[in-house]
């Protein structure tokens, strides 16, 4: 059975930060998404430290 990504619930400022770091041409890089997902996902949420600079 497959999971289902959309039962995690993401926050606007998350996505804003997402399309801010992964933006191309009108769409999200699923490379860098993917990237940041490994690095930052807790299983629950995106750690708030995620696209700090």
């Known amino acids: 059975m497959e999971e289902d990504d959309d039962e995690y619930e993401w926050d606007d ?4 930060d997402l399309w801010e770091y992964c933006g191309e041409n009108g769409r999200l890089n699923d490379d860098c998404v ?5 690095a930052c ?4 949420e995106l750690d708030d430290d995620c696209f700090d600079d």
């Open 34 to 38: 993917q990237r940041i997902v490994d």
């Open 13 to 16: 400022d998350c996505w804003e």
């Open 41 to 44: 996902w807790d299983g629950e």
